[in-house]
């Protein structure tokens, strides 16, 4: 147990829809991060918040967004879902935001849109 | 072309094996090397991480890194049954965490 919480761990919803997945992260750490994976795309950073602020962007669509709250829990929305957008989002968690940081995955929450 | 290639396999191998992982890169700026284990079903965990050139041993793992070549590996001594996983390069040129990218994994079974 990496100690870093995702809900849900699944979902199916339909295109044009919205859904907003959540993370708790490790105790302590200040870095989340956001991630996709899917097959053809393998793992790619999505968005990086430090301590409630936005730290980072990287292939994140403008569709989606996230966020952090001030207890450091961190929301990612996803809007006008398309087939496309079906794949495994993680949320992950460090201490710090450099690479020496040991960045700690949660379990993912598997979106299927049909 | 990717930035980092990575074999997809499957990589099959009896248990007890050495087995071999590797990633070649095309940035020669990267300067930040490290491993994920991914189970089925379970998000990525750090295995190795190595800043610059050379060796890491950890346990039955270790990492290399040849900076000249743009290749890494990663070596699994007296594999087990338990390392079966997806085995995740990943790299960066900074220092933020942000910055990493992961090759797309190599899928290893080990057979009991």
């Known amino acids: 147990d990496s100690g870093v919480t995702q809900t849900p761990k699944h979902l199916i919803t339909a295109t044009g829809q919205r859904v907003t997945l959540r993370c708790s992260p490790r105790s302590g750490d200040l870095s989340v991060y956001w991630y996709q994976q899917s097959l053809d795309q393998g793992l790619q950073f999505l968005i990086q918040y430090y301590n409630g602020e936005e730290r980072a962007k990287g292939n994140i669509l403008e569709r989606f967004s996230a966020q952090q709250f001030p207890d450091l829990h961190s929301e990612l929305n996803l809007s006008s879902l398309e087939l496309g957008d079906s794949a495994l989002y993680f949320c992950a968690s460090s201490v710090g935001s450099g690479v020496g940081n040991t960045i700690y995955f949660g379990e993912g929450s598997w979106l299927t849109v049909v | 072309q990717k930035e980092v290639e990575q074999d997809p396999g499957p990589l099959s191998v009896p248990e007890g094996a050495i087995v071999s992982l590797n990633c070649t890169y095309s940035n020669s700026a990267f300067q930040y090397f490290m491993w994920y284990r991914q189970y089925s079903r379970k998000g990525p965990e750090l295995l190795m991480y190595t800043y610059s050139s050379g060796n890491k041993e950890d346990g039955r793992f270790t990492a290399q890194v040849d900076k000249s070549s743009k290749y890494i590996s990663l070596f699994i001594r007296d594999s087990q049954p338990s390392d079966s996983a997806t085995y995740l390069c990943?790299?960066?040129?900074?220092?933020?965490?942000?910055?990493?990218?992961f090759g797309s994994g190599t899928r290893l079974s080990i057979r009991p």
């Open positions: 990943a790299m960066s040129a900074y220092s933020s965490a942000s910055k990493i990218i």
